[in-house]
Each structure stands twice: as C-alpha cells, then as structure tokens.
C-alpha cells in the first residue's frame, strides 16, 4: 500500500478496506483494527485474504482446529514467561501484557480453581472476533482458543480444552472460554473430522502450510516477545520474592539479593552451602523427597512449604514453586524456582484453619474493603454474602444491619446521590463495571467518607450474577491533597500579602517570582518582571551590576540570611533588605527570597528618637541640676535667714548716727544681693516664686526701657520695636523684668566695649509643631498663639557647642563667678511654659527669642515696687503665745527674737515632734504658729495636718526656703493661713502676722 504520492497525515495513516477502519501509527509500530491496536505486520500479509482463503480452503471446521493447533504450538514460548512467576495469575497478567501489545486484544482471567481444576477466560477486542463480526461470518476465536487450553494444560498438567462460550462474532462485548480437563486432543479431533470427512489430509496440509505464512509473519512479534523476557530477566533482581537456582546436587548456584531480607543472610553464604542445610531439621526429609520426586519426573514442583532458618535463629516459612532446567540434549541439569515469604500469611492461616474459617479471614484481612452482594437482581435492594471486617471500619456496619437497612438507603442519605448511585448501578448490571470511582458515603456516626470503589459483575455456575467490589477509602488522601492545595493557595496568598515588595531569584539573580507589593513599588506588571535581573529594576535602568552592599553575593557564599540597609533609587527611599536563601538537595543555593522593607519613615523616626532622647537627657540634666540648685537656695536662704535677720535686729537697736549702722546697712546690702542669687537659682529649677497676673508684655518693656538702658554699656544703643496691639501674657512681672535684665546683659557684654546695637522686640505670631520644635527647652508647648521678646545684639555670636551648654548653671564664656542668669531664663520660661529660640553665628550676634502663650483680652495694671520702700516700725501689736517649730537653730533664735520685739512669747521647738508636743500642752493659749517644712523625725505637712486635727481654727504661717508654690503645693487643700519665704525682715513677719492674726486692740465691726 506503497504510493509516492505527497499525503496528508490523514491520508497516510488511515484507509476503509471491505468495510473495515484501518489506521497505521508508524510512531509506534502498530496498526488498529477497528481501533484494535495489532502489530504493523498483519497489514502486510494481506490478514483479510488469507484468513478467508484458508476457512474457504478447509472449511470452518479444519479451519478452527488449525488455529487452535498453532495456539498450542506457540504456549510452549509464552510458558516461559508465565512460569518466571510464582502464581499462575501474576504470570498470565504479564502475557496478557505482551499479546495486547501483539494485537491479541484484552486478556482476562476471570476465574481459577486449582482444586477443580477450572478456568474462565475473557478476550475483548480480539482481531479473530472483530475480524468475523466486520466479514458477518462466525468459526471462533481458535488461535486464542487453542492458547487458553494450552496454559491450562500446562497449569494443571494434563490435558485441557477450551470451550468457546461468548462470540464477538454472533455479537458478544467479549469472547470467553471455559478450559478444563479433557479426552479432546488436536490430533484426535482432526483423525475425527476426516473420518467423517470426504476431505483428505491434503487438504489439512495446504490449510497448514497457508498458516505457515501467518507463522513467518509473526517472527517480529515473538521477537519483542524474546526483548519482553529479557526484561522480566531484568525484573527478577528487583522481584520481591527469592528467585533462586539449585543443580543436581542441591547447591545453590544463583539466588538474587532477595534471600538478604527473608533470611537476613548474604546470597555469597548460600552460594556456598547446599539448600538442605537451611531448612528446618522437621522438614529436611519431605524436602528430600520432594527433590527426588522432581529429579525422577525432570519436572519442577509448585507450592511446596518449608521453614527456612533466619540469622537470628527462627524460622521463616517459604512457599516454593520450581521448574526443571534442561539442557540442549533434554537431559535435567537443576531446578530454577521462585520462594515467597509466607510466614505472616502461614501463621494467619493457622488461627484461620483453627477457626474453620480459612477463606473469610483472608477476605478479613484485606487492607481495602471487600464485599460481595447476591444477585443483581435484586437492585436496589441488594442482599451481601461476603462483608469484611474493614467494610466494618469504614462503613460502621455489619454486613446484618446494612443487610436490614439496606446499602443505597443508608450510606448515599442524600436523594439525589442515592439516585445517581442506583442509575449507576443500573448500568453496571449491563457491563460497565466501576474501575476506580469516587463515592462521598455517610457513616453509622455521620461522617462523611470518601471511597474509591471497584466493581465486577461475576456470573456464577448456576447463572447467578453478583457483585464483587473494593472499597478503598481514600479520605486521608484526599484530606491530604486538599490540604496541599490549600497550603499552596495559602501560601500563594501569604506570599502576595507581604506588605514588603518581595520577590524570588534564581541562581542567575533573575526574577521568578514578585508579589502585588513589589508590583506596586515597581509600578510593573508581573510579566514585565519575570526573567529580568532585579538590579536594574530596582536600582535603575542605567544599572549594569549591582550595588556593592547587595546581599545577594554573601548569601550565595554563607549560604545564610543577609540583611543590608540600602538606598533603592526605583522606589525611592531606605530599604532593609533581607537575602534568604533556598538550599536544593545539595546544599547548594537554587533560589533565594529578597524582602524590601521600607525603614525610610523608620530612619527618620529614629532620627526624631535620638533627637528626643538627647533632649531628654538634656531635661534630665536640667532636672538634676534643678533639684540640686533648689537644694542648694533652700539651704542657702536658711543661712541668710540667720545672717539677714540678725542684722535687721542689729540695725534697729543701732542709732541712725552710729558709724556701726553703716557697716550693718553694707552687710545687709550684701546678705539681699546673696538673696537674689538663691532667687536666681530657684528660677532656675523651675521652683521661683511666681506672681502670675494678666499683663502686657510690651507695656512692661516700655515701662522699664530707661531701668534696662542702665545696665548696659554706654557704647551700646538699644532700640525698641514694640508690638503696638496688646500682648498679652499670664506672667509675673518681677520674673520677666529678670528674663529681659538678664538677656539684655549678656548681649551687652557680648558687643564688649565696642560699639553695637541692641534692639528689643514684641509681638504676637502663630506657631506650628515644627518652628516650636526647635526650641531649645526639652518641654515643646502645644502648637498655637504665642507672644514674643525678642533680643537681638550684634555682638561676637556663639558657635553651636556655646549655644549648647548656654543653660548650664555656671557655665560662662566670660570670667569665673558668672553664668547663673541664663540658666534662671530657662527656669523662669519653663514655669511660664513657653519656649526660647536662638539664631547666632560667630561674627554674626545673636537673637533670642523668647515665647510665652497668648492669653488675649485686656491686661491688669501692674502697680511698680520700689525696693526702697521701707515699712516704718509700729509698736508691739499685743501679747500673746506664737509656736515657732525649725531645724535650724540660728533661725529658732532669731524668730524668737523678732517675736519679743513684736510683743509675742515665743514657744520654740526643734522638730515636727516636739512642736505637736509643746501645742497639745498650750492648744489653748498659742494663736499661732510659725512652721517649717523639712524638719526630722516629723515634716511640717504632718505636723500641720496634727494640729489642726486637735484646734482646727489655729491660724499657721508656713516658712520655707523654697518658693510658695514648691512650698505650698502639697496644701493645696490644706487651708495655710499664711507663707513666708526665708529670708525675710522682722517687718515682713509683722505685716503677716497682723494680716492673719486680729489685734485683740481693735474692737469688733458693729
């Protein structure tokens, strides 16, 4: 069917002879039937006009017992393949393997029974029964025939005949033997027919000599048949039996490795030994006749069981089956045999004989369901009559209930599987069987069970069809196959729902894989990404290679995690980028997992932290420092208290025209400017005596201007640019002046003796977050309305390591003994809650600017106080008791002192304790009392809380070093009568007490 025509493939390989579809598939070296796959070769030999010449030659008879007569022929090559297995029905699937590829259709053993010595054989889509069902004409399937009569003779040793019971000819899906025993043999028959026959045995020599053409024709096949034994040779040493050969002798001369797992032994130790000297000494004399049974009949033995002795010294039991090996001359040289462990299945089928339910058991034993229902028929109602124990397990029935309940009603309670089931069911009974479909069935309990279910309708003897099936549930697996794909889908989406643009290198450095992240920082599609190398993308089209710091490089040689800071042009910002690597079988880096994470807020952030944390150890300083400066003027004003008031004693009993009076006046001039400097560092710590009222802030510049002209250089103008609307502030106006005086002379001392110019400035300006931010006090006020003095001079300038340490106390860049009135600004500012801003440069001067929060609204009138005023002496107010309790004995003195010259008798007590004491005794005669704060064994607070339990009307003044509002903080509900800051005149104690105490003089208001 040669033609040097051009074709299509179509044309080529396809072509409808005597109404029958042929299609060639050179690829594979087979041809198709009528879709029957067939080698190549039976098109060559004309197979449609040889098979009809022949059967028209001989008639359908002879022509049947010559088919059969070639089967026979060609079993003897196909046995030694079979025989290579230890079970008939292992070796038959190998066959039935080789003839589908030969073309020989679909084999099938449908039955064996070795005690009845019976088989049942099932063709489907044999070339002999479509053949005949395409030509209309029915003489059998002989050549299979006469194979299927040939194994079983062989099988059971002796001689067997097939029985053709189903034809594909006459319409069948199938053809099927029944072969078994028999009288019949081919010689027989054929001396039959032409006994009975005119024809002659000339005509049985030509039909045989046209089969020798077919025979020519199939040499190709039996060769692939020879190439298919060489890979069962090949399979033996993978066999998981003991495939062995022993010699006349009984010496081991091939064993596969094998006998290592059985018998824990080395194949070169049984080499070495004979076969008996491993068997079970109970067993040696069967195994000897065995082996001389078999020597005498040249033939092998079948499923002879033997204990063999393992390594550990028990015994294994082997089922052996054997064949003769002859030689070339037929003369017996050994026997070539394949042995299975039994040893489970032997002692399994002990308990099983003991419990005369051998055949049930092995069903029990069963890893997969197994079940068998009785008659077809009674669909869908069907009845079991084989049940396993693992039917049990996976269904949660016994084979009664579901009997009683029945299978479709229980198991599928759904109606529309039930119904899906039972058509299924339906169509099985017409043939279709079930080959591996899954069910979702509900346990006794509810639960659902997925199954793969097996079904095969089998016909019994007595024409009865039944239902075989196994059941495997494969709910575990596809549990596990579900979780798989759930955890590829969920790590798909874990992958994409990195907030970090992320993407996967190969070993190449070229993008694999990037999520939605890294799309959006790239601003590319997923395919624009795929195959490129990251560095351009990331840091630049310009970019050849990548950057140096790219972790990339250290992960492929540490094969660790690298993590680098870097800056990444492409997305703009700093990014930490982390370098995983992905080790393969080898160790060696396959891929590796780049994970950007923006810290560019983060840098700034920490930037921002380090700037707060340095401002706080600055407010830290500052607190330390201010603790340790209140500390110091607390004790400082108690010194001055004994020094300032002794002199005031002393002045008033020295005459106006005494020199002593001078020197008393000079020392009490010195004691008040050594008052001033503990105010300084009072103001400093925050702890200042604060007069808040509502003022102007520029009013009180311009009210002041000619007192802040005195106290700079002569050599130094000072202009005004005063805010002419009102600023107004909550402020004490003593603090402020100080602010201003203490500004005003550091510039001046910064132009020194040159000439320069000052310029004082008001006004009122909005302030955001950031412009408060540079203030340079660790407490930042709120962003909003401030009023602002501004001091500018144009003097020398300070670098940044002078304005820095500008606020430390005795920090000074003039002469030593200085550097206290910056220091009280930033206190009197921070009590103020403002904020102070400072421009300057070397050879530049210097502005400060100095904010306080706008109140808005009117201001108060400040009344001016000059220090010079004087409260002129007035007599005693009357005589009465005072308690007087302080630490400081100078000081208990002193007030005793001031008391007798007012007209008091003082009651003087060194501490909280001995002043409680000393007021339980005279509760009823002291008027008032005179407290200190910090005092041993019990503080003024107590002291006070105490007293006023036992008189709650006694009038107390409370005397402290520190300022009233530090002073007076913790009596904020206490009700104090009175305070006193130390130091302080005998005409300052008098204008208390006469304030809070009534002169006993005066008569009451009618």
């Known amino acids: 069917m040669t033609d040097d025509t051009p074709r299509t493939h179509s044309q080529e390989n396809r072509i409808r002879i005597s109404g029958i579809d042929i299609e060639w598939r050179p690829n594979k070296g087979v041809c198709a039937f009528e879709k029957m796959p067939v080698a190549m070769m039976w098109v060559d030999t004309t197979l449609g006009g040889l098979m009809s010449a022949i059967q028209a030659m001989v008639g359908t008879e002879r022509f049947v017992l010559a088919l059969q007569s070639r089967g026979r022929e060609s079993v003897e090559a196909d046995w030694g393949v079979i025989s290579k297995f230890p079970d008939f029905r292992d070796g038959f699937k190998a066959i039935a393997n080789i003839a589908a590829v030969a073309g020989w259709g679909a084999w099938e053993l449908v039955s064996l029974d070795v005690d009845g010595k019976e088989c049942r054989f099932r063709v489907a889509d044999s070339w002999e029964g479509r053949y005949q069902k395409a030509l209309g004409v029915c003489w059998g399937s002989g050549m299979v025939a006469g194979k299927m009569a040939g194994y079983a003779s062989k099988l059971f040793e002796t001689n067997c005949w097939a029985d053709q019971t189903s034809f594909i000819a006459r319409g069948d899906t199938f053809d099927e033997f029944t072969v078994g025993p028999s009288p019949r043999t081919i010689e027989d028959e054929i001396e039959r027919m032409l006994a009975s026959d005119q024809a002659t045995r000339a005509d049985m020599a030509v039909a045989l000599r046209n089969l020798e053409r077919e025979i020519a024709e199939r040499a190709q096949a039996e060769e692939a048949l020879r190439e298919s034994e060489e890979k069962f040779r090949a399979l033996v040493e993978t066999s998981s039996d003991w495939i062995w050969e022993i010699d006349l002798r009984g010496k081991h001369i091939y064993t596969n490795a094998r006998i290592r797992d059985i018998l824990a032994i080395e194949p070169e130790e049984l080499l070495q030994a004979s076969a008996g000297s491993f068997v079970h000494p109970e067993d040696i004399p069967r195994f000897e006749t065995v082996y001389a049974e078999s020597i005498a009949a040249k033939k092998g033995w079948q499923r002879t069981v033997l204990r063999w002795r393992h ?6 039991w082997l089922e052996s089956n054997a064949v003769a090996v002859t030689a070339c001359d037929g003369n017996l040289t050994g026997f070539r045999g394949v042995d299975r462990d039994i040893t489970e299945r032997k002692q399994a089928g002990e308990a099983l004989r003991r419990e005369s339910a051998f055949s049930q058991a092995i069903v029990d034993r069963a890893a997969e369901g197994l079940c068998v229902c009785h008659g077809v028929e009674e669909f869908p109602c069907v009845r079991f009559t084989v049940w396993n124990a693992r039917m049990v397990e996976i269904t949660g029935y ?23 089931a039972e058509a299924r069911m339906a169509r099985m009974r017409e043939g279709d069987d079930l080959i591996g479909e899954e069910w979702v069935i509900a346990r006794k309990n509810g639960e659902e069970r997925t199954l793969m279910i097996s079904t095969s309708v089998v016909e019994a003897t007595d024409g009865t069809a039944h239902v075989l099936a196994l059941m495997h549930d494969i709910t575990e697996r596809k549990r596990a196959e579900e979780a798989e794909r759930r955890a590829q889908r969920e790590w798909e989406d874990i992958f994409q729902a990195i907030g970090h643009p992320t993407i996967i290198l190969d070993s190449d450095q070229r993008i694999v894989a990037a999520n939605r992240a890294m799309l959006q920082a790239s601003g590319k599609r997923i395919e624009e990404l795929q195959g490129e190398l990251c560095f351009p993308v990331c840091h630049g089209r310009e970019t050849t290679s990548p950057p140096e710091s790219c972790p990339f490089r250290r992960t492929c040689s540490s094969s660790q ?6 800056e990444v042009e492409a997305f703009g910002g700093t990014y930490l980028v982390s370098c995983t690597p992905v080790l393969d079988a080898e160790g060696r880096v396959e891929k590796t997992i780049h994970i950007a994470t923006d810290i560019t807020d983060r840098k700034k952030a920490e930037a921002e932290r380090l700037e707060l944390e340095r401002h706080l150890l600055d407010a830290q300083k500052l607190e330390s420092l201010g603790i340790l400066a209140g500390g110091i003027a607390h004790d400082f004003n108690n010194l001055l208290m004994a020094v300032l008031g002794n002199l005031d004693l002393a002045q008033g009993d020295t005459p106006r025209t005494s020199l002593v009076r001078v020197s008393i006046e000079q020392a009490m001039l010195a004691a008040r400017r050594a008052t001033d400097l503990t105010r300084q560092l009072l103001a400093y710590s925050g702890k200042g005596r604060f007069v808040v009222t509502r003022m102007d802030l520029s009013q009180l510049v311009q009210e002041n201007a000619d007192l802040f002209r005195a106290a700079i250089a002569r050599t130094v103008s000072m202009n005004l640019c005063l805010q002419p609307r009102r600023c107004v502030i909550e402020a004490d106006p003593g603090q402020l002046q100080q602010v201003i005086m203490n500004l005003i002379t550091n510039a001046s001392e910064a132009i020194g003796e040159a000439a320069g110019t000052i310029a004082l400035a008001t006004g009122v300006q909005e302030c955001d977050e950031a412009y408060l931010a540079q203030s340079r006090l660790s407490d930042k006020p709120a962003p909003g309305s401030f009023v602002f003095l501004e001091v500018s001079d144009t003097g020398d300038g300070m670098n940044e390591e002078t304005i820095e340490q500008i606020f430390d106390p005795f920090f000074t860049t003039k002469f030593t003994g200085r550097g206290l009135g910056m220091p009280a600004v930033s206190g009197i500012v921070r009590g103020h809650k403002g904020a102070i801003l400072i421009e300057s440069a070397i050879g530049k001067g210097t502005t400060i600017r100095v904010l306080f929060p706008d109140c808005g609204g009117e201001s108060v009138e400040v009344d001016k106080v000059s220090d010079a005023a004087v409260v002129a002496t007035r007599p005693p107010a009357h005589s009465g008791k005072i308690l007087v309790a302080d630490d400081e004995e100078a000081i208990l003195h002193l007030c005793e002192a001031f008391l007798r010259q007012l007209g008091y008798q003082a009651l003087s007590a060194a501490d909280g304790q001995e002043a409680l004491a000393l007021f339980e005794r005279h509760s009823d005669e002291i008027e008032g009392v005179l407290l200190d704060l910090t005092m041993p064994r019990m503080d003024g607070l107590t002291a006070f809380r105490e007293m006023r339990r036992l008189r709650p009307d006694i009038k107390v003044i409370l005397c402290s070093g520190y300022s009233e509002k530090e002073a007076t903080r913790r009596f904020t509900s206490e009700g104090l009568t009175g305070f006193l ?22 008569s009451p208001p009618v």
């Open 398 to 420: 016994t084979m009664e209930e579901i009997n009683r309940m029945g299978w479709y009603q229980t198991v599928y309670p759904d109606p529309e599987v039930r119904s899906r």
């Open 981 to 1002: 800051q130390k130091p302080y005149l005998m005409r300052e104690l008098r204008e208390m007490i006469e304030r809070v105490l009534p002169d006993p003089r005066q």
């Open 561 to 566: 995690v690298e993590t680098e800071e870097m």
């Open 311 to 316: 390594a550990d010294g028990s015994y294994r």
